[in-house]
């Protein structure tokens, strides 16, 4: 019966492991993926203006606008 019980608490232990990391990467690392993965779609569609003095202006990126938008956005320089 202890052996028994040694197993059910190494199981709880590792469900609740698994538990917290699952909230961590969720709460805290998806978002920021998340972010960055709709960021560089964005950019991949949008119009940039990448002239020198653009990216000279604005520590190498590129100023940027996405067909409906208003509003102008940066964008890293690929070359």
């Known amino acids: 019966m202890k052996e ?3 197993e059910l608490n190494s199981t709880v232990i590792v469900v609740i492991s698994v538990g917290v990391l699952m909230t961590f990467f969720f709460s ?3 978002p920021l993926i998340n972010a960055n ?3 560089q779609a964005d950019c991949n569609k ?3 203006d990448c002239s020198e003095e653009v ?3 604005n520590d190498g990126y590129c100023m940027c606008t996405t067909a409906g938008v208003d509003e102008e ?3 890293v ?3």
């Open 55 to 57: 990216r000279s202006a």
């Open 37 to 39: 993965f709709k960021k």
């Open 73 to 75: 956005f940066r964008c």
């Open 28 to 30: 805290y690392l998806w």
């Open 4 to 6: 028994a019980t040694g």
């Open 77 to 79: 320089y690929k070359g």
């Open 46 to 48: 949008a119009t940039c």
